[in-house]
């Protein structure tokens, strides 16, 4: 019998733990996902569907009343333990079980809160455990993707690509941005996607010089900067997609910058390949901007890996703590910007696949020649 999926995955977690911990709680709502199969999301950072728990030979899923029945069936690999004291008090029995004495866990998910809880329900039988912070230990994992997940990918940036087309043949002058990204959702929920990656931006004008604007009153007008930027999930995977317009005429200024942009994502697309850091690909589309004199006002990273995650690794950043070395297989944005002050942004965003020896350009919506 074929192993499955999420045999397969905790095998390859289990070679990346160190081996001084006995086990690894994880509580990133992601991970959850990918090591389990078991599919619910959390709603909000204090409202947690479940733990899991790894020791080398056994894998548990940490629940309550509410999820168990849908924990047993999409996560048939794993034990599914369901507290009706309290979520403490039953890890500290599996902990006592399972003979845990060093406990990794998730210093990104597990609230300060959640973790002196747990921490104090668990000293509270007398078991003397060493809890550990881990960082990426998932993610790492996460970061390759299989066939299947591209798949999902290609299927959600699809649709996201049909929507973005829909949407701007309806741009209008006078029309709202919130009015834009209502028919953005809207359409995206009902072409099939089972929800949104993001909630969609739309930037017009002086607006378009905020990265991560969020739609409000402000109206369309013609000569302005638009920025759009929306993505659909499908089967739990995100597509993330961003073009700039204007309506009516491009001025010079619009063109240029637009330009500029453009030659700093062909530059790092045509360059990128597998094994490069990630430091050195962000660079490949920075410093076309930077050359151009616009270096402060690309203020974010050239792009970042996304899948369960809309943002997850790697991330195209500029900065040391995030390097990492970039693989066959990941799946990532390019997504350079230039945002003044007072006039707008440009920011054209693309995802791509990468192989060995070269990037594989996903997004197959094309660009306005202005
Ligand atoms: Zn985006
Ligand atoms: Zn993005």
Not at 115 to 139: H, I, K
Not at 172 to 182: F, I, L, Y
Not at 215 to 230: F, K, M
Not at 247 to 270: M, N, P, S, T, W
């Amino acid at each position: 019998m074929t192993p499955s999926l999420p045999v397969l995955r905790l095998a390859a977690l289990r070679d990346r733990l160190p081996p001084e911990y006995d086990a690894l709680l994880v509580a990133g709502p992601e991970n959850r996902r990918y090591l389990s199969g078991f599919t619910a999301r959390d709603d909000s950072l204090t409202e947690s569907c479940g733990l899991l728990l790894f020791t080398r030979e056994k894998a548990f899923l940490l629940t309550d009343f509410r999820y168990q029945e849908w924990a047993r069936q999409e996560a048939p690999d794993l034990e599914v333990l369901v507290y009706t004291q309290s979520l403490g008090a039953t890890l500290a029995g599996v902990l006592q079980d399972q003979e845990v004495r060093s406990l990794g866990f998730e210093a990104t998910y597990l609230s300060y809160r959640q973790y002196q809880r747990l921490n104090q329900a668990v000293g509270e039988t007398g078991l003397q455990v060493d809890w550990q912070p881990l960082e990426g230990t998932v993610e790492g994992l996460r970061q390759t993707k299989t066939p299947a997940e591209v798949a999902a990918m290609r299927r959600a940036l699809a649709l996201t690509e049909e929507v973005l087309g829909e949407v701007v043949q309806d741009l209008t002058p006078g029309k709202t941005e919130a009015q834009v990204a209502w028919e953005i959702e809207r359409r995206l929920r009902e072409k099939g996607a089972e929800g949104l990656a993001f909630p969609p931006i739309v930037a017009g004008g002086p607006n378009s010089a905020r990265p991560h604007h969020q739609p409000g009153d402000y109206r369309l007008q013609t000569g302005e900067p638009i920025i759009i930027d929306l993505g659909a999930r499908v089967a739990g995977y995100c597509a993330d997609l961003t073009r700039t317009f204007i309506l009516g005429a491009a001025d010079e200024q619009f063109r240029k910058i637009y330009h500029l942009v453009r030659q700093a994502q062909e530059r790092a697309e045509k360059e990128l390949r597998a094994g490069m850091d990630s430091q050195a690909a962000d660079a490949l589309g920075r410093e076309v901007i930077a050359a151009a004199g616009y270096g402060e006002a690309f203020g974010h990273s050239l792009g970042h890996g996304l899948g369960l995650a809309v943002h997850e690794a790697p991330s195209l950043s500029p900065h040391k703590d995030r390097a990492t070395t970039l693989r066959a297989g990941n799946v990532f944005t390019v997504e350079p910007g230039i945002y003044l002050t007072g006039w707008g942004g440009v920011r054209l965003e693309d995802m791509v696949l990468l192989h060995e020896d070269r990037a594989e350009v996903l997004t197959k919506v094309g660009f306005y020649e202005w």
